[in-house]
């Protein structure tokens, strides 16, 4: 299996991707390969190549699987984006800024969510989620086919200094809530923020990173500061999990973390926090084959795997919180 990867990413670098997009034969494909690694410089149309290789995913070592955990789970379905709402702002760590984050953030749930969004406009919006009581903001940086940086097509308020290229991939998208094993978890409050990951990860040291990738058929390897590459590009899945472990008091944070943090590798939240409801996001994807792909960054950060981050404004009416609470609180799956 790992030779017929490795024929299928040379493959891709020499004749093109299989969607029918070719790489350019005069530079290495976007991260390069061990034997062929990407300069750090800018490239066609000015982009940063991801400056980490790619690894096939037969290569990653399994890890033991965990125990399984006597909780219920709730799942929110909110749809794929089919609306397709994007933006480069961020409502939660830069309200009012157009631009801010500088790359782009894929939306599900709440339909207002932009740098214009104010608490009463975001309450007052639409939902994609079938749950009509939740209108929570759910985002996450996007993922980007940069195999022909030349043929996208901008979104407002994108620039092409931010360096990010190639076409927007729409995933599979999960939104699973789960429960703590030591203790019920309480309503989360209405308004609450909640980050998973660092977006400057790359600068900022691993403290606050998060990210977390697989494959399809393979969820037992995993990487966080590479990219895997999956047989034929099928079932690549990040998954985001965020903190869980709330102080009981705030609804943000000057950093927008101290306020819910990350419960012990055992699930036992810290004192002077309580448990709520656990968000998990899992973003599936179909790419192309090869070192063909890579997240959107801001420009420091290089596309480096590690910056994968998410982000949660909650906006769940007191009606649909009830649901989601009593839900996991007695072990179902919802």
């Known amino acids: 299996m790992i030779g017929l990867v490795v024929g299928i990413v040379v493959l891709a670098m020499t004749v093109g991707g299989v969607v029918g ?11 390069g390969t061990s034997a062929h690694p990407a300069p750090h410089g800018a490239g066609p149309s000015g982009e940063d190549p991801p400056g980490e290789n790619y690894v096939p995913i037969e290569s990653v070592p399994a890890a033991p699987r965990p125990a399984p955990v006597a909780t219920g789970t709730y799942t929110a379905h909110c749809g794929n984006n089919e609306q397709g709402h994007y933006n480069s702002d961020n409502v939660i760590v830069a309200p009012g800024v157009v631009n801010a984050a500088h790359h782009l953030h894929d939306y599900v749930g709440n339909t207002d969510t932009s740098a ?8 007052a919006a639409a939902t994609t989620c079938r749950d009509t009581g939740d209108s929570s903001a759910y985002f996450w940086t996007v993922l980007r086919d940069r195999t022909d940086p030349e043929g996208q097509r901008r979104f407002p308020g994108e620039e092409a200094a931010d360096r990010n290229v190639g076409v927007v991939l729409r995933p599979r998208v999960s939104l699973v809530f789960s429960g703590n094993p030591y203790a019920p978890v309480v309503a989360p409050p209405r308004l609450l923020r909640v980050l998973s990951g660092d977006a400057k990860a790359a600068t900022n040291g691993g403290g606050y990173a998060r990210a977390s990738y697989t494959c399809a058929g393979f969820t037992d390897r995993v990487t966080s500061d590479v990219y895997p590459l999956c047989p034929l590009g099928r079932g690549l899945m990040r998954v985001l999990e965020f903190p869980s472990c709330w102080d009981g008091r705030n609804v943000d944070s000057a950093n927008h973390r101290t306020h819910v943090v990350h419960a012990d590798t055992r699930g036992r939240c810290p004192a002077g926090t309580v448990p709520i409801p656990k968000l998990t996001m899992t973003l599936t994807y179909d790419v192309p084959t090869g070192p063909s792909f890579a997240i959107d960054t801001f420009p420091d950060q290089r596309h480096e795997p590690i910056t994968d981050h998410g982000d949660f404004l909650n906006l769940r009416t007191p009606e649909s919180t009830a649901r989601l609470v009593a839900c996991i609180n007695s072990g179902r799956r919802c």
């Open 21 to 31: 997009i070719g790489l350019t034969r005069d530079r290495p494909p976007p991260g």
């Open 116 to 123: 214009s969004s104010t608490d009463r406009s975001l309450a």
